[in-house]
Nanobody, 113 residues
């Protein structure tokens, strides 16, 4: 079965850090640009960050620039999203996607005192 699985979500206080992982099973992520998205309750999903298949290009939404870092480890078939200095407004369900072809089930990130 071809699927993406996110992990690493959870709760942290404002200013804290979390690392999300996006792992693939049944296929290789090597040839895919990977995007991270998030969805707030009642809102449409929005882009957070993406990384090219060659690992030479990364993009970030203005809201997370300077705080989030995306990277990939093709040997582990995994893409990571390092989230630092988290804010309550980062609270959302986070998803990864392989070029829009495959989506994970999402992982909840909650930032609160």
């Amino acid at each position: 079965q071809l699927q993406l699985v996110e992990s690493g979500g959870g709760w942290t206080q404002p200013g804290g850090s979390l690392r999300l992982s996006c792992g693939a099973s049944g296929f290789s992520l090597d040839d895919y640009a990977i995007g991270w998205f998030r969805q707030f309750p009642g809102k449409a999903r929005e882009g957070v960050s993406c990384i090219s298949s060659s690992d030479k290009m990364t993009l970030y939404a203005d809201a997370v620039k300077g705080r989030f870092t995306v990277s990939r480890d093709n040997a582990k078939n995994t893409v990571y999203l390092y989230m630092n200095d988290l804010k309550p407004e980062d609270t959302a369900v986070y998803y990864c996607s392989a070029a829009g072809d495959y989506w994970g089930q999402g992982t909840q990130v909650t930032v609160s005192p």
